[in-house]
């Protein structure tokens, strides 16, 4: 049997010679559309069957070759499936993607979270540093603070009754024929006021009763206005003096006192004899207390020898009057 006519099988049986499959490039298909299977020219090919299903095998460690090792590619490539790649003497190993846990991919969203949780966390820690070592709170002491917490307290009732007053005001001045009439009641009173301190309007209220009653010594002038001084120091408002023969003159801030002949009193120019007696009005303890002082009028009097006779009145009446001067030079400041 000549090589032209058989064809070795590998099976040991001669296999006839047969039409041949085109030439071209070796393991192509026959790119005939009629052209049968290559693997049904062989009768003794078997039929082909799912392969069996076997469970995987843990795969061996493979141990690193040491230097001058000779490894079994063989071997490696029966124990793991892969026949590692040699390249320059070195092994080449592929790695395995399903066998280990993938790696998650960082967005760009997660980065920008985490950096402002990062910012965050750090201004939290510097502010509560800055708090914690804050040196003016630190430094100050129980009883400064309560004192600042009570100065705080006591500016904003004063403000308060500011802002009351003055809302008020203005509540006042918007109402129109009430806001004018409260502001000629005020302009009326102050008038009335400025009448009984001039002495044009008579007065009435409580006060005082002082008598001058001379003894070896007539009751000089300087003794009355010492008096006059004392209560206006206590709080006098109003005053007149009247002598003996029943004559009465207002006494105002203009007023001068000179002695006269026969131990009489010369008072704004009116001839006044005794006893002399001052009506005033005002607080009567207070004025009481003003005349007792020690070294005071009424010590001076009974020193001279002559007697000072102080009586309370709940109703003082202050009648006498004082005409107006007619000013020649003085203007009020507009």
Same mark, same amino acid.
């Given at each position: 049997?000549?090589?032209?006519?058989?064809?070795?099988?590998?099976?040991?049986?001669?296999?006839?010679?047969?039409?041949?499959?085109?030439?071209?490039?070796?393991?192509?298909?026959?790119?005939?559309?009629?052209?049968?299977?290559?693997?049904?020219?062989?009768?003794?090919?078997?039929?082909?069957?799912?392969?069996?299903?076997?469970?995987?095998?843990?795969?061996?460690?493979?141990? #690193?070759?040491? !230097?001058?090792?000779?490894?079994?590619?063989?071997?490696?490539?029966?124990?793991?499936?892969?026949?590692?790649?040699?390249?320059?003497?070195?092994? /080449?190993?592929?790695?395995?993607?399903?066998?280990?846990?993938?790696?998650?991919?960082?967005?760009?969203?997660?980065?920008?979270?985490?950096?402002?949780?990062?910012?965050?966390?750090?201004?939290?820690?510097?502010?509560?540093?800055?708090?914690?070592?804050?040196?003016?709170?630190?430094?100050?002491?129980?009883?400064?603070?309560?004192?600042?917490?009570? !100065?705080?307290?006591?500016?904003?009732?004063?403000?308060?009754?500011?802002?009351?007053?003055?809302?008020?005001?203005?509540?006042?001045?918007?109402?129109?024929?009430?806001?004018?009439?409260?502001?000629?009641?005020?302009? /009326?009173?102050?008038? !009335?006021?400025?009448?009984?301190?001039?002495?044009? &309007?008579?007065? /009435?209220?409580?006060? &005082?009763?002082?008598?001058?009653?001379?003894?070896?010594?007539?009751?000089?002038?300087?003794?009355?206005?010492?008096?006059?001084?004392? &209560?206006?120091?206590?709080?006098?408002?109003?005053?007149?003096?009247?002598?003996?023969?029943?004559?009465?003159?207002?006494?105002?801030?203009?007023?001068?006192?000179?002695?006269? #002949?026969?131990?009489?009193?010369?008072?704004?120019?009116?001839?006044?004899?005794?006893?002399?007696?001052? /009506?005033?009005?005002?607080?009567?303890?207070?004025?009481?207390?003003?005349?007792?002082?020690?070294?005071?009028?009424?010590?001076?009097?009974?020193?001279?020898?002559?007697? &000072?006779?102080?009586?309370?009145?709940?109703?003082?009446?202050?009648?006498?009057?004082?005409?107006?001067?007619?000013?020649?030079?003085?203007?009020?400041?507009?």
């Amino acid at each position: 049997m000549s090589s032209d006519e058989h064809t070795e099988t590998g099976t040991g049986w001669p296999q006839p010679a047969g039409p041949g499959r085109p030439a071209g490039p070796a393991g192509e298909p026959d790119p005939r559309p009629d052209a049968p299977d290559p693997d049904e020219l062989s009768p003794l090919a078997p039929e082909r069957s799912a392969p069996p299903v076997e469970p995987p095998a843990r795969e061996p460690a493979v141990r #690193e070759p040491d !230097d001058g090792e000779t490894v079994d590619l063989s071997r490696a490539a029966g124990a793991g499936g892969v026949t590692p790649a040699v390249s320059g003497g070195a092994v /080449t190993r592929p790695v395995s993607g399903g066998g280990g846990t993938p790696r998650r991919r960082v967005s760009s969203a997660g980065v920008m979270i985490a950096a402002l949780l990062a910012l965050l966390g750090f201004t939290l820690v510097v502010q509560l540093k800055t708090t914690s070592t804050d040196p003016t709170v630190a430094a100050t002491r129980q009883e400064d603070l309560v004192r600042i917490l009570y !100065d705080l307290n006591s500016r904003e009732v004063r403000l308060r009754q500011d802002i009351a007053t003055l809302e008020e005001s203005q509540r006042q001045l918007r109402s129109g024929q009430q806001g004018r009439q409260a502001a000629l009641e005020e302009a /009326t009173r102050r008038a !009335d006021e400025l009448g009984i301190l001039a002495g044009t &309007l008579p007065a /009435t209220g409580p006060g &005082l009763s002082v008598r001058f009653e001379a003894g070896e010594k007539p009751i000089s002038a300087s003794r009355v206005l010492d008096a006059v001084q004392e &209560l206006r120091g206590a709080g006098a408002e109003a005053m007149q003096i009247s002598g003996g023969d029943r004559a009465t003159v207002r006494i105002i801030a203009s007023t001068f006192f000179l002695d006269g #002949e026969g131990g009489s009193l010369v008072v704004d120019g009116r001839r006044l004899t005794g006893p002399f007696t001052i /009506t005033v009005i005002g607080d009567p303890a207070t004025m009481r207390t003003a005349l007792n002082i020690p070294g005071g009028v009424v010590a001076s009097v009974t020193g001279d020898g002559g007697k &000072l006779i102080v009586e309370d009145r709940e109703a003082a009446e202050v009648s006498a009057l004082h005409a107006p001067i007619k000013l020649e030079h003085a203007r009020p400041v507009s």
